[in-house]
């Protein structure tokens, strides 16, 4: 699968009623450094549904993050 094709997985993902999912969708996101990525990161850090697995973060504290390294990271 080419990185754009990647790409649009993940940001597809993002839309998946499971917050799990869409947190793994972020952490994806954010080791590709998809900065195009930023808007739909911008648009969940109001979601507050936990992932159920690891630290069970919420979404968007999985989106501040991922928002945050990508500011950073060239």
Known sequence: MTGFLR???H???LNYKDP???VLA???LEK???VEAMPRL???LNDNDRSNFGRQVSV???AKTAITNLETKP
Do not use: N, P
């Open 32 to 34: 590709l450094k998809a």
């Open 20 to 22: 799990s999912v869409r």
């Open 60 to 62: 968007a504290e999985a």
């Open 42 to 44: 911008q648009a969940l």
């Open 26 to 28: 972020i952490y994806s």
């Open 11 to 13: 940001i597809g993902a």
């Open 7 to 9: 790409f649009l997985s």
